[in-house]
């Protein structure tokens, strides 16, 4: 059986309501990039199947429009993006843009 | 003796009255004179607008620009703070307006009672130093995210809902993102909750338009700590704020790169496929033959006692309901089986009609549509216009929210 790390998985600004906890520790297989995050994150941890469009596209290749992910709190824009490699403690945040005011 | 023998940096009534802001390091009397020198524009008078047009009269800002085409309501005072009861129904950008004159005579105030959009908008910002988006909607940010760049106007976005509340500064300094930087496209309408559907605690705006205000000062002071770069999430409810860093500047953004393809405002309504307001749409999906009035549903629950399923969240159904309402969420509709339905709302074989309600007549209609598909012994019919409607037309007693 393949290793697996540690990992922390949080949700922030309305991503939390379709999962079963904002924060979340769990075990990713090693060696995981982003995007094996995201399909983690929707064979695992999306409760709210109906609102799933409110977080990732429709084959959970990347994140919905208005939605940011985070490795260690810094923008994975400045990172590889969807092929930054996750490291074993790392924690990922999905945060959905607020719009309201 | 000569009578005047000191030099001043600032007048003797500014020093008096700015006195706590000059002794602060790093403001101090050139912060006071560049804020007095600076025009602010506020777009969006409601729960952001007035802590960042009060601080930011207050603090001695110049010239004060408020855009707003909307009005005082009841349902605005727990949150928009700078209003006051005897102001329900009158212009929000005046009224704001009034307020910061009335606490600081020698701010200009200048008021844009229109509907902000791209006809207008380029006209109205020209005149202005730095722009605060303080609005509720995502055509109307990514409206103003495209003209502060047109401009090369230095943008402080604040956002807020339920508990959270994000703040950041757009297009200021070479390598700062825009809004269109970190978000080329819009979000999916239906995937969208704005503070009428979600809500919204009155100290989460309180304190992202506080900051506002605070990047504002920041910005004319021309002090490089400012959040351009950066996005400050707000977590009210577990009391945590963090700040990350942000992507740089997009050579390939539309509207701030390279080569933009973006050189005048387009439309925004149709770009994001949602209107520029908070207002709730009024859905069609039923036939009329699955639909009843507020006034036919009172008869028919008068003759008899009907089921009434409520599609709205346990909150707002703790606000108040009908007698005979069984709270089922849309979700809920959506993910129990039908033997568990049929338990929760206590219908039988021998059942033949159900009405579902909801707050405005969107939801139910959508729990119809999916009921009917799971229990298509029963004639659901949905309640035109939900509660709402129920208070305006039925019982002007029961409380709307």
């Known amino acids: 059986m393949a290793s697996t790390i540690p990992v922390t998985i949080d949700f922030s600004g309305g991503a939390e309501f379709l999962v079963k906890a904002k924060v979340q520790k769990v075990q990713i297989p090693e060696d995981s990039t982003l995007r094996d995050v995201l399909k983690f994150v929707r064979d695992n941890l999306v409760t709210d199947v109906h609102r799933m469009n409110m977080l990732l596209n429709e084959d959970a290749s990347e994140v919905a429009h208005g939605v940011i992910t985070l490795i260690n709190d810094t923008d994975t824009g400045l990172l590889s993006e969807y092929d930054t490699t996750i490291e074993a403690g790392d924690t990922i945040t999905f945060v959905s843009t607020l719009h309201g005011g | ?401």
């Not at chain 2, 351009?228 to 942000?246: P, V």
């Not at chain 2, 659901?380 to 939900?386: K, N, P, S, V």
């Open chain 2, 1 to 401: 003796m000569e009578n005047k023998d000191w030099v001043a940096g600032i007048s003797k009534s500014d020093a008096g009255r700015y006195s706590r802001q000059l002794l602060v390091d790093d403001f101090g009397v050139s912060g006071q004179k560049n804020l007095k020198n600076t025009a602010v524009l506020i777009v969006g008078a409601g729960g952001l607008g007035c802590p960042v047009a009060t601080y930011l009269g207050a603090a001695g800002v110049g010239t004060l620009g408020i855009v707003d085409y909307d009005r005082i309501s009841l349902d605005n005072l727990h949150r928009q703070v700078a209003y006051k009861e005897d102001q329900v129904g009158q212009s929000k950008s005046q009224g704001l307006a009034d307020n910061v004159k009335l606490q600081n005579s020698g701010v200009t105030t200048v008021v844009h009672n229109v509907s902000l959009d791209s006809s207008n908008a380029m006209e109205i910002f020209k005149n202005y130093d730095i722009v605060c988006d303080c609005t509720d909607n995502v055509a109307t940010r990514y409206l103003i995210n495209d003209v502060c760049v047109l401009l090369n106007i230095p943008l402080v976005s604040g956002s807020a809902l339920r508990w959270d509340g994000q703040l950041s500064v757009y297009h200021y300094g070479p390598d700062c993102p825009c809004y269109r930087c970190l978000f080329p496209s819009p979000p999916d309408p239906s995937s969208v909750t704005n503070c009428n559907e979600g809500g919204v605690l009155g100290p989460i705006v309180g304190t992202i338009g506080s900051m506002q205000a605070l990047e504002v000062m920041k910005i004319a002071a021309k002090l490089s700590t400012t959040l351009a770069g950066k996005l400050l999430l707000f977590d009210g409810r577990e009391g945590k704020s963090r700040t990350i860093r942000l992507r740089k500047r997009d050579p390939k953004c539309a509207v701030c790169g390279d080569e933009p393809s973006i050189t005048a405002p387009i439309d925004y309504v149709l770009f994001c496929g949602a209107g520029a307001h908070d207002k709730i749409e009024n859905l069609k999906l039923l036939e009329p033959s699955d639909r009843v009035n507020v006034h036919e549903y009172q008869e028919i629950r008068t003759a008899r006692k009907q089921f009434l399923l409520d599609t709205r969240p346990p909150v707002e159904f703790e606000i108040a309901h009908l007698p005979e309402a069984i709270n089922i969420t849309l979700n809920e509709c959506r993910s129990l089986r039908a033997d568990e339905l049929s338990s929760r709302l206590g219908v039988d074989s021998q059942t033949s009609d159900v009405y579902v309600i909801c707050h405005r007549g969107n939801d139910s209609q959508r729990a119809v549509v999916l009921l009917r598909e799971k229990l298509g012994s029963i004639h659901f019919r949905d309640i035109i216009g939900g509660y709402e409607e129920w208070a305006l037309k039925v019982n002007d007693e029961f409380p709307l929210y």
